[in-house]
Protein backbone atom coordinates (compact mmCIF):
# COMPACT_ATOMS: atom_id res chain seq x y z
CA UNK A 1 0.00 0.00 0.00
CA UNK A 2 1.59 3.83 -1.51
CA UNK A 3 1.87 5.66 1.98
CA UNK A 4 2.46 9.57 2.05
CA UNK A 5 6.03 10.33 3.70
CA UNK A 6 7.36 13.75 5.19
CA UNK A 7 11.14 14.10 5.26
CA UNK A 8 12.82 16.51 7.20
CA UNK A 9 17.09 16.66 7.47
CA UNK A 10 19.06 18.51 9.87
CA UNK A 11 22.54 19.36 10.14
CA UNK A 12 24.96 19.20 7.32
CA UNK A 13 25.03 18.76 3.58
CA UNK A 14 26.40 15.24 3.68
CA UNK A 15 23.35 14.40 6.06
CA UNK A 16 21.33 16.36 3.33
CA UNK A 17 22.56 13.94 0.66
CA UNK A 18 21.53 10.68 3.03
CA UNK A 19 18.11 12.32 3.16
CA UNK A 20 17.79 13.04 -0.70
CA UNK A 21 18.76 9.23 -0.88
CA UNK A 22 16.06 8.19 1.83
CA UNK A 23 13.56 10.03 -0.58
CA UNK A 24 14.42 8.12 -3.65
CA UNK A 25 14.23 4.72 -1.81
CA UNK A 26 10.53 5.11 -0.90
CA UNK A 27 9.62 7.10 -3.78
CA UNK A 28 10.74 3.92 -5.61
CA UNK A 29 9.26 1.56 -3.29
CA UNK A 30 5.24 3.21 -4.53
CA UNK A 31 5.03 6.23 -1.49
CA UNK A 32 4.43 9.83 -1.79
CA UNK A 33 6.70 12.45 -0.78
CA UNK A 34 4.70 15.18 0.46
CA UNK A 35 6.06 18.85 1.78
CA UNK A 36 3.77 18.64 4.94
CA UNK A 37 3.95 16.65 7.96
CA UNK A 38 0.58 17.23 8.36
CA UNK A 39 -1.72 14.56 6.83
CA UNK A 40 1.34 12.12 6.28
CA UNK A 41 1.24 8.91 7.25
CA UNK A 42 4.80 8.93 8.08
CA UNK A 43 7.57 11.53 9.05
CA UNK A 44 11.45 10.68 8.46
CA UNK A 45 13.41 12.91 10.81
CA UNK A 46 16.89 12.49 9.66
CA UNK A 47 18.73 14.14 12.51
CA UNK A 48 22.89 15.68 12.75
CA UNK A 49 24.49 14.20 16.02
CA UNK A 50 27.53 15.86 16.13
CA UNK A 51 26.80 18.76 19.17
CA UNK A 52 24.75 18.65 22.23
CA UNK A 53 22.94 21.77 20.50
CA UNK A 54 22.03 19.75 17.26
CA UNK A 55 21.29 16.78 19.11
CA UNK A 56 18.52 19.79 21.16
CA UNK A 57 17.45 20.67 17.65
CA UNK A 58 16.27 17.44 16.94
CA UNK A 59 14.88 16.33 19.69
CA UNK A 60 12.72 19.62 19.54
CA UNK A 61 11.76 18.44 15.94
CA UNK A 62 10.49 15.34 16.99
CA UNK A 63 8.44 16.84 19.83
CA UNK A 64 6.84 19.18 17.26
CA UNK A 65 5.85 16.43 15.17
CA UNK A 66 4.54 14.41 18.30
CA UNK A 67 1.98 17.15 18.50
CA UNK A 68 0.72 16.60 15.32
CA UNK A 69 0.54 12.37 15.81
CA UNK A 70 -1.44 13.50 19.38
CA UNK A 71 -3.63 15.62 17.29
CA UNK A 72 -4.41 13.02 14.52
CA UNK A 73 -3.12 14.45 11.67
CA UNK A 74 0.48 12.13 11.42
CA UNK A 75 0.78 8.82 11.80
CA UNK A 76 4.44 7.06 12.62
CA UNK A 77 7.63 9.07 13.19
CA UNK A 78 10.86 7.51 12.12
CA UNK A 79 14.60 8.99 13.57
CA UNK A 80 17.81 8.57 11.25
CA UNK A 81 20.84 9.74 11.29
CA UNK A 82 23.61 10.46 13.78
CA UNK A 83 21.68 11.44 16.91
CA UNK A 84 19.75 7.95 16.48
CA UNK A 85 22.91 6.05 15.73
CA UNK A 86 24.88 7.98 18.72
CA UNK A 87 21.98 7.89 21.05
CA UNK A 88 20.14 4.70 20.41
CA UNK A 89 18.94 3.22 23.93
CA UNK A 90 18.40 6.91 24.92
CA UNK A 91 16.09 7.69 22.21
CA UNK A 92 13.75 4.73 22.03
CA UNK A 93 13.55 4.75 26.09
CA UNK A 94 13.38 8.25 26.25
CA UNK A 95 11.30 9.55 23.46
CA UNK A 96 7.84 7.05 23.16
CA UNK A 97 6.58 9.05 20.42
CA UNK A 98 9.34 7.95 17.92
CA UNK A 99 8.41 4.81 16.39
CA UNK A 100 11.59 3.47 15.00
CA UNK A 101 15.43 4.69 14.30
CA UNK A 102 17.61 3.56 11.48
CA UNK A 103 21.56 4.34 12.44
CA UNK A 104 24.04 5.95 10.15
CA UNK A 105 24.86 2.16 8.93
CA UNK A 106 20.83 1.51 7.55
CA UNK A 107 19.79 4.71 5.26
CA UNK A 108 19.02 1.73 2.87
CA UNK A 109 16.37 -0.21 5.08
CA UNK A 110 14.05 2.97 4.48
CA UNK A 111 11.37 1.65 2.52
CA UNK A 112 11.37 -2.11 4.85
CA UNK A 113 10.87 0.34 8.46
CA UNK A 114 8.33 2.18 6.93
CA UNK A 115 6.01 -1.11 6.04
CA UNK A 116 7.38 -2.41 9.52
CA UNK A 117 6.08 0.68 11.50
CA UNK A 118 2.85 1.18 8.91
CA UNK A 119 2.03 -2.53 7.95
CA UNK A 120 3.10 -4.56 11.01
CA UNK A 121 2.98 -2.17 14.22
CA UNK A 122 6.60 -2.95 14.93
CA UNK A 123 8.75 -0.66 16.40
CA UNK A 124 12.09 -1.28 14.50
CA UNK A 125 15.53 -0.38 15.41
CA UNK A 126 17.93 -1.16 12.29
CA UNK A 127 21.46 -0.47 13.18
CA UNK A 128 23.72 -2.07 10.06
CA UNK A 129 27.72 -1.78 10.43
CA UNK A 130 28.84 1.55 10.09
CA UNK A 131 31.87 1.02 8.04
CA UNK A 132 30.40 -0.68 5.55
CA UNK A 133 26.92 1.06 4.80
CA UNK A 134 26.60 1.93 0.92
CA UNK A 135 27.30 4.97 -0.08
CA UNK A 136 26.29 5.30 -3.69
CA UNK A 137 22.14 5.47 -4.54
CA UNK A 138 19.88 7.50 -6.93
CA UNK A 139 18.79 11.27 -5.28
CA UNK A 140 16.04 13.17 -4.62
CA UNK A 141 17.04 16.62 -4.97
CA UNK A 142 16.31 18.62 -2.32
CA UNK A 143 18.55 21.69 -2.83
CA UNK A 144 17.51 24.11 -5.51
CA UNK A 145 17.86 22.79 -8.88
CA UNK A 146 20.89 25.27 -10.11
CA UNK A 147 23.18 23.50 -6.98
CA UNK A 148 23.82 20.10 -5.76
CA UNK A 149 25.92 18.24 -3.53
CA UNK A 150 28.50 15.14 -4.42
CA UNK A 151 29.74 13.74 -1.86
CA UNK A 152 32.78 11.77 -2.33
CA UNK A 153 33.64 9.86 0.73
CA UNK A 154 31.94 8.97 3.75
CA UNK A 155 33.41 8.97 7.43
CA UNK A 156 36.87 10.23 9.28
CA UNK A 157 40.31 9.16 10.45
CA UNK A 158 41.32 12.00 11.92
CA UNK A 159 40.10 11.55 15.37
CA UNK A 160 40.13 15.11 16.07
CA UNK A 161 39.69 14.70 20.19
CA UNK A 162 36.69 16.78 20.36
CA UNK A 163 34.93 15.09 17.40
CA UNK A 164 32.66 12.27 17.60
CA UNK A 165 32.16 11.85 13.61
CA UNK A 166 34.21 8.58 13.86
CA UNK A 167 31.99 7.03 15.91
CA UNK A 168 28.67 7.95 14.07
CA UNK A 169 30.29 7.74 10.69
CA UNK A 170 32.83 5.07 10.56
CA UNK A 171 36.38 4.82 9.22
CA UNK A 172 36.94 6.83 5.98
CA UNK A 173 35.74 5.30 2.63
CA UNK A 174 36.51 7.32 -0.45
CA UNK A 175 34.00 6.12 -3.59
CA UNK A 176 35.08 4.87 -6.79
CA UNK A 177 36.23 7.56 -9.03
CA UNK A 178 33.94 6.00 -11.75
CA UNK A 179 31.06 5.88 -10.03
CA UNK A 180 31.28 9.78 -8.98
CA UNK A 181 31.07 10.71 -12.61
CA UNK A 182 28.47 8.82 -13.45
CA UNK A 183 26.42 10.30 -10.69
CA UNK A 184 27.96 13.96 -11.44
CA UNK A 185 27.31 14.10 -14.93
CA UNK A 186 23.76 13.20 -14.04
CA UNK A 187 23.66 15.90 -11.97
CA UNK A 188 24.97 17.86 -15.01
CA UNK A 189 22.39 16.42 -17.27
CA UNK A 190 19.57 17.42 -14.95
CA UNK A 191 20.58 21.18 -15.39
CA UNK A 192 22.63 21.61 -12.07
CA UNK A 193 25.06 24.27 -12.26
CA UNK A 194 27.23 24.73 -9.28
CA UNK A 195 29.12 21.50 -7.94
CA UNK A 196 29.96 20.98 -4.36
CA UNK A 197 32.28 18.37 -3.87
CA UNK A 198 32.09 17.42 0.52
CA UNK A 199 33.01 14.71 2.31
CA UNK A 200 34.44 15.25 6.12
CA UNK A 201 37.37 15.72 4.41
CA UNK A 202 38.11 15.56 0.82
CA UNK A 203 41.64 16.27 0.72
CA UNK A 204 42.17 12.80 1.84
CA UNK A 205 40.13 11.04 -0.91
CA UNK A 206 41.75 7.94 -2.97
CA UNK A 207 44.35 7.48 -0.12
CA UNK A 208 41.99 5.01 1.63
CA UNK A 209 42.00 2.72 -2.12
CA UNK A 210 45.43 2.99 -2.90
CA UNK A 211 47.48 4.79 -1.26
CA UNK A 212 47.69 8.00 -3.88
CA UNK A 213 45.94 11.14 -3.25
CA UNK A 214 43.39 11.17 -5.73
CA UNK A 215 41.25 14.42 -5.15
CA UNK A 216 43.19 16.83 -7.84
CA UNK A 217 42.85 13.72 -10.61
CA UNK A 218 38.78 13.68 -9.72
CA UNK A 219 38.36 17.60 -10.22
CA UNK A 220 40.06 17.43 -13.79
CA UNK A 221 37.72 15.11 -14.77
CA UNK A 222 34.52 16.96 -13.19
CA UNK A 223 36.05 20.11 -14.40
CA UNK A 224 35.79 17.89 -18.35
CA UNK A 225 31.86 17.78 -17.38
CA UNK A 226 29.02 20.77 -17.82
CA UNK A 227 29.47 22.69 -14.52
CA UNK A 228 29.48 26.50 -14.55
CA UNK A 229 31.18 26.33 -10.91
CA UNK A 230 32.98 23.58 -8.87
CA UNK A 231 33.34 24.19 -5.10
CA UNK A 232 35.33 22.41 -2.77
CA UNK A 233 34.01 21.76 1.25
CA UNK A 234 36.23 20.37 3.10
CA UNK A 235 40.06 20.33 2.78
CA UNK A 236 42.36 19.66 5.64
CA UNK A 237 45.44 21.69 5.73
CA UNK A 238 48.16 19.05 6.17
CA UNK A 239 46.51 16.82 2.68
CA UNK A 240 46.69 19.59 0.80
CA UNK A 241 48.98 18.50 -2.14
CA UNK A 242 51.46 20.36 -4.53
CA UNK A 243 49.05 19.01 -7.45
CA UNK A 244 45.50 19.65 -5.77
CA UNK A 245 47.08 23.32 -5.71
CA UNK A 246 48.30 23.22 -9.47
CA UNK A 247 44.74 21.78 -10.44
CA UNK A 248 42.77 24.44 -8.16
CA UNK A 249 45.03 27.60 -9.98
CA UNK A 250 44.26 25.81 -13.66
CA UNK A 251 40.90 24.94 -13.49
CA UNK A 252 38.93 27.82 -14.20
CA UNK A 253 36.07 25.90 -13.12
CA UNK A 254 37.69 24.86 -9.82
CA UNK A 255 36.18 28.06 -7.92
CA UNK A 256 39.22 30.15 -5.72
CA UNK A 257 36.83 29.65 -2.40
CA UNK A 258 38.28 26.98 -0.28
CA UNK A 259 36.93 26.36 3.40
CA UNK A 260 39.93 25.04 5.42
CA UNK A 261 38.93 24.50 8.83
CA UNK A 262 41.82 24.67 11.40
CA UNK A 263 39.86 25.44 14.73
CA UNK A 264 42.85 26.72 16.52
CA UNK A 265 46.26 28.16 15.77
CA UNK A 266 48.34 27.62 19.15
CA UNK A 267 50.79 24.61 18.51
CA UNK A 268 49.82 23.33 22.18
CA UNK A 269 45.66 23.21 21.63
CA UNK A 270 46.43 21.89 18.12
CA UNK A 271 48.58 19.10 19.48
CA UNK A 272 46.41 18.39 22.48
CA UNK A 273 43.79 18.02 20.04
CA UNK A 274 45.12 15.59 17.75
CA UNK A 275 45.64 18.21 14.84
CA UNK A 276 48.53 17.45 12.49
CA UNK A 277 49.61 21.05 11.79
CA UNK A 278 51.18 24.02 13.91
CA UNK A 279 50.74 27.97 13.91
CA UNK A 280 53.60 27.83 11.23
CA UNK A 281 52.36 25.36 8.76
CA UNK A 282 48.77 26.66 8.51
CA UNK A 283 50.64 30.48 8.29
CA UNK A 284 53.01 28.46 5.02
CA UNK A 285 50.10 26.97 3.54
CA UNK A 286 47.64 30.23 3.48
CA UNK A 287 50.89 32.15 1.63
CA UNK A 288 51.43 29.66 -0.75
CA UNK A 289 47.71 29.37 -1.72
CA UNK A 290 47.15 33.17 -1.86
CA UNK A 291 50.40 33.27 -3.66
CA UNK A 292 49.36 30.63 -6.22
CA UNK A 293 45.87 30.87 -6.52
CA UNK A 294 44.62 34.24 -7.52
CA UNK A 295 41.52 35.97 -6.18
CA UNK A 296 41.65 33.27 -3.43
CA UNK A 297 38.92 33.77 -0.42
CA UNK A 298 39.13 31.62 2.61
CA UNK A 299 36.81 30.21 4.68
CA UNK A 300 37.35 27.97 8.03
CA UNK A 301 36.11 26.96 11.10
CA UNK A 302 37.38 27.81 15.00
CA UNK A 303 36.37 26.87 18.36
CA UNK A 304 37.03 29.09 21.44
CA UNK A 305 37.29 27.21 24.54
CA UNK A 306 39.21 24.36 23.72
CA UNK A 307 40.92 22.81 26.50
CA UNK A 308 44.06 24.88 26.82
CA UNK A 309 43.20 27.56 26.11
CA UNK A 310 43.78 30.76 28.58
CA UNK A 311 43.39 34.63 28.09
CA UNK A 312 46.61 34.30 26.45
CA UNK A 313 46.15 31.20 23.97
CA UNK A 314 42.66 33.23 22.68
CA UNK A 315 44.29 36.50 22.29
CA UNK A 316 46.48 34.33 20.01
CA UNK A 317 44.33 32.91 18.30
CA UNK A 318 42.48 36.55 17.80
CA UNK A 319 45.86 38.30 16.58
CA UNK A 320 45.86 34.83 13.96
CA UNK A 321 42.83 35.79 12.76
CA UNK A 322 43.66 40.06 11.87
CA UNK A 323 46.68 38.77 10.61
CA UNK A 324 45.52 36.46 8.04
CA UNK A 325 42.68 38.09 7.52
CA UNK A 326 40.57 35.01 6.56
CA UNK A 327 37.52 35.90 4.77
CA UNK A 328 34.92 34.08 6.25
CA UNK A 329 34.79 31.93 9.35
CA UNK A 330 32.42 30.29 11.38
CA UNK A 331 33.13 30.51 15.08
CA UNK A 332 31.74 28.07 17.74
CA UNK A 333 31.81 27.82 21.74
CA UNK A 334 33.82 24.57 22.90
CA UNK A 335 31.29 21.92 23.26
CA UNK A 336 32.72 18.79 25.76
CA UNK A 337 30.52 15.81 24.00
CA UNK A 338 30.22 12.76 26.04
CA UNK A 339 32.60 10.05 24.51
CA UNK A 340 35.64 12.69 23.54
CA UNK A 341 39.06 12.93 24.68
CA UNK A 342 38.44 16.76 25.37
CA UNK A 343 35.17 16.45 27.81
CA UNK A 344 38.11 14.62 29.77
CA UNK A 345 40.71 17.61 29.60
CA UNK A 346 40.02 20.77 31.54
CA UNK A 347 38.50 23.58 29.54
CA UNK A 348 36.71 26.41 30.27
CA UNK A 349 33.05 26.55 31.21
CA UNK A 350 30.18 27.14 28.58
CA UNK A 351 29.85 30.72 29.69
CA UNK A 352 33.28 31.85 29.17
CA UNK A 353 33.51 29.82 25.99
CA UNK A 354 30.48 31.83 24.66
CA UNK A 355 32.17 34.83 25.42
CA UNK A 356 35.31 34.38 23.58
CA UNK A 357 33.31 33.17 20.70
CA UNK A 358 31.22 36.25 20.93
CA UNK A 359 34.20 38.62 20.93
CA UNK A 360 35.68 36.21 17.72
CA UNK A 361 32.71 36.94 15.53
CA UNK A 362 33.27 40.53 16.47
CA UNK A 363 37.43 40.67 15.10
CA UNK A 364 35.60 38.52 12.05
CA UNK A 365 33.27 40.90 11.46
CA UNK A 366 35.41 43.92 11.25
CA UNK A 367 37.99 41.66 8.80
CA UNK A 368 34.58 40.87 6.63
CA UNK A 369 33.69 44.67 6.37
CA UNK A 370 37.34 44.88 5.52
CA UNK A 371 36.97 42.63 2.93
CA UNK A 372 33.69 44.37 1.73
CA UNK A 373 35.21 47.71 1.34
CA UNK A 374 38.50 46.24 -0.49
CA UNK A 375 35.91 45.17 -3.37
CA UNK A 376 33.87 47.52 -3.98
CA UNK A 377 33.56 48.65 -7.66
CA UNK A 378 34.38 44.97 -8.88
CA UNK A 379 32.60 43.12 -11.54
CA UNK A 380 31.25 39.80 -10.08
CA UNK A 381 30.25 36.97 -11.64
CA UNK A 382 26.49 36.46 -9.43
CA UNK A 383 24.20 33.38 -9.50
CA UNK A 384 20.84 34.91 -9.26
CA UNK A 385 18.75 33.01 -6.93
CA UNK A 386 15.44 34.75 -6.52
CA UNK A 387 13.46 38.26 -5.76
CA UNK A 388 14.01 39.55 -2.24
CA UNK A 389 10.30 41.71 -2.25
CA UNK A 390 11.10 43.49 1.28
CA UNK A 391 14.74 44.55 -0.50
CA UNK A 392 12.72 45.11 -3.81
CA UNK A 393 16.36 43.76 -5.17
CA UNK A 394 17.50 40.87 -6.59
CA UNK A 395 19.75 38.28 -4.91
CA UNK A 396 22.65 35.49 -5.48
CA UNK A 397 26.19 34.48 -4.92
CA UNK A 398 29.30 34.94 -6.18
CA UNK A 399 31.69 32.71 -6.21
CA UNK A 400 32.83 33.93 -2.89
CA UNK A 401 29.90 33.02 -1.36
CA UNK A 402 28.71 29.20 -0.56
CA UNK A 403 25.13 28.25 -0.16
CA UNK A 404 23.51 27.86 3.07
CA UNK A 405 26.66 29.31 5.37
CA UNK A 406 27.75 32.44 3.85
CA UNK A 407 25.66 36.29 3.27
CA UNK A 408 24.16 36.87 -0.30
CA UNK A 409 24.70 39.86 -2.82
CA UNK A 410 21.76 42.22 -3.55
CA UNK A 411 21.28 43.95 -6.61
CA UNK A 412 19.19 45.71 -8.59
CA UNK A 413 18.72 45.05 -12.67
CA UNK A 414 16.63 46.76 -14.99
CA UNK A 415 16.13 43.15 -17.09
CA UNK A 416 15.21 40.85 -14.89
CA UNK A 417 17.28 37.55 -14.12
CA UNK A 418 15.41 33.91 -13.41
CA UNK A 419 16.81 32.55 -11.16
CA UNK A 420 19.46 29.88 -12.19
CA UNK A 421 20.74 32.64 -14.08
CA UNK A 422 24.73 33.89 -13.88
CA UNK A 423 24.53 37.36 -14.61
CA UNK A 424 27.29 40.29 -14.07
CA UNK A 425 27.40 42.79 -11.40
CA UNK A 426 29.05 45.99 -10.24
CA UNK A 427 29.60 46.07 -6.27
CA UNK A 428 28.33 49.67 -5.28
CA UNK A 429 27.84 49.11 -1.64
CA UNK A 430 27.12 47.08 1.62
CA UNK A 431 23.58 46.63 3.37
CA UNK A 432 23.35 45.21 6.87
CA UNK A 433 26.66 43.85 6.52
CA UNK A 434 25.82 41.90 2.65
CA UNK A 435 27.14 43.55 -0.55
CA UNK A 436 24.72 45.18 -2.67
CA UNK A 437 25.19 45.87 -6.60
CA UNK A 438 23.61 46.60 -10.16
CA UNK A 439 23.09 44.21 -12.80
CA UNK A 440 25.35 45.19 -16.30
CA UNK A 441 22.94 44.82 -18.86
Given at each position: MPYKVYFLSLGCAKNQVNCEQMMSLVQAAGHEIVPDPAGADAAVVNTCGFLASACEEAIDSILHLAELKRAGTLKKILVTGCMAQRYKADVLAELPEIDGILGTGSYSDIAAAISEVMELDLRPCHLGNIHTAPQNGPRILSTPPWYAYLRIAEGCDNHCAYCVIPSLRGRYRSRPMGELLDEAAELAAAGVKELLVIAQDITRYGTDLN????????????????????????????????????????????????????????????????????????????????????????????????????????????????????????VFPFSPEEGTRAAQMDHADAEEAARRADIAVDVQSDIIDEYNASILGEEREVLCEGFDGQAQMFYGRSYAESPEIDGRIYFTAEEAPEPGDFVAVRLTGVMDGELTGERLE
Open positions: GKHQLAALLRELAKLDFHWIRLHYLYPDEITEELIDTIAAQPKILPYLDIPIQHCNDSILKSMNRRDTKESIRRLFRTLRERIPGLVLRTSLIAGLPGEGEAEFEELCAFLREQKIERAG
